[in-house]
């Protein structure tokens, strides 16, 4: 993921406390005091708390967290359906916390849009007005709204059932009405609350799909809201977590599935099927001892493997091309042979991976074979280091080192 | 025991007061009031009484069957109601109290118009504010309770006796459904709803016009409904300050203890309410 894209949105220090002593709230917030000693002590709750991170352009970037952790809360600071009690929502450059109302009302016509877990049509209209919707609210002729409206059901799928009503259709359909009025209105950022969570599991991955061709598309700036963590990592490219109003950690799946920042975070993950996310990048041994297939002889070769105790090693060209495995058995017969080079005894044919490769990937590749996996880079084919078989067993059955080395001596003595 | 507070005799004060220092607004009221009753009066007597029974059969027939008025499904539908209405009518006209029962019905139009014109708006108020709303239902729950017969007095008083005493005390009377429905229907709309309108940058007469209304459209109908229905039943008691139409029939009847014109004026009271009910609820489902 490069960085260098502008920032879409920016969220500082966002603080919303509901209930009608917020200003003393947010003084106690301010000087420490927890949740439970503030809703003692002023009856009112923190919603969000402090939170603070920052949204690139055309990133979808998901916010997820147990119902009550604050993130619908949040998702509505943003467009202040809900009124931030302090901290700053910089839209392009200005903060939507100071808007007037007619600043805000334009705000929420143009640059964001909406999509509800309960979908939010409107019954007595067609899918063709709920579409149109929210450019009829700012104003557009009804020809021109029903013509971008028209496009917008087409994108997502459901021309020719414009002339219906929501009660007519199916949940998944009714949610990609709402999707489709957000997209009508052409906005830069689609704010999506649980949009998905309240539809059966087929229909939801169908229109997470969905929603990733479109945003191949479109490349708008998404955020995302959901508990479900396997919808997470399957759409967002970074996840912020929150518990108690309280952002606990940002970061890309991989971070936080590999790091993860606390032991909330850490309950999720362990829910996760972690084979589908973790790469060979997270699991490979970088900078791995390599062989130079000219620089280094039989002899070189050999003590080489005796300085890190294995009895096979990668070999590399001039350029840091990975070219084979070789074994020490081999290596050895090389010396008393008094071989110069090591080339002869390369086996090059074995597999190698990608660093984007998964452990469910890379999982079919060890079978029958006793080396690692050497990790190349996609266009150079250069070497980058080795994801070892006792790594991947230990990813894909969640069992201890120990076990895993305990059960693979088995298998060889079989 | 003597009296401890004598209420009585603040409020009619009060009223005293009002009925002073505004003379000029009662008056005019009155003005409006009688003009729009006697001008729909003459117009309505002035349509031969067949074009009328005519007209209003082809309404209920409509009401009920709708796109399908020329298909045999909405032959169906409507046409139960269209006989009614056709022999009900007949028998009002064929009874003699075709003038009346037309005195009757434009004071129920009247009466429901300024009740609904009144009603939907303090509605709308009463369901987008909790302190309109803690003001307004207690003075429904007074109007529903206090015996409709108390009306009459300050109406008399400052309308004296005729038509407009009478409209007054059965706008009085018939408001509180217009008003608590409407309300009900606005606040019933699904939050999610009114939320969307908002996400995409709704104005609060947007939300009122395009969310809120429409979807409250059917619990409001039937508050309309209502209106109608107590308007009519209204007229028998309004009859006792001098308003024309079947209730004065009713209340002669009382008086000279004539069972016969009773009766009859009763039952036509009765088939104007069965037909007024059945037309507006077929409206309302729609």
Redesign the interface.
Known sequence: MSDNRKTKIKVEDLTLIFGKRKQEALKLLEQGVSKEEILKKTKCTVGVNRASFEIKEGEVFVIMGLSGSGKSTLIRCL?R?NEPTAGKVIFDDHDITRDTNKE???????EM??V?????????RTILENAG??L???GEEKEARDERAKKALETVGLRGYEAQYPAELSGGMQQRVGLA?ALA?DPEVL?MDEAFSALDPLIKSDMQDELLEIQDKLHKTIVFITHDLDEAIKIGDRIAIMKDGVVEQIGTAEDILTNPASEYVEAFVEKVDRKTIITAETLMFKKHTALEVHKDGPKGAVRKMRSIAVDQLPVVDEHKRFLGHVWLQDVLELEKEQAKSIEKVINTNVPSVYKHYTVEEMLPLITGIRHPLAVIEEETGKFLGLVTQTSLIIEATRFEKKEVIKLKEQANEL | MDKLIDLGKYIEQGINVLEESLSGLWGAIDDVISWTVDFLNDTFLAIPFIVIIALVTFGAYYANAGKLAFKKEGFKKGASLALFVVLGLLLIWAMGYWKEAIQTTTLVIVATLIALLLGIPLGIWAARSNMANAIIRPVLDFMQTMPAFVYLIPAIFFFSVGNTPGVIATVIFSLPPAVRLTSLGIRNV?E??I?????????DK?ILF??QL??A?TTILAGVNQVILLALSMVVIASMVGAKGLGSIVYQGIQQNDIAKGFESGLGIVVLAIILDRITQAVAKK
Request: hydrophobic share 40%; net charge positive; aromatic share 8%.
């Open positions: 467009n359906l805000l009302l334009e705000t929420r016509r143009t849009s909406m509800f877990q309960k979908f939010g049509l409107l019954p007595h919707f929210g009829e609210l700012r009025r209105n704010l | 699904p999610d709803v939320e969307a309108g908002h996400a995409f940058g709704a104005t947007q395009k969310i429409p979807l459209k």
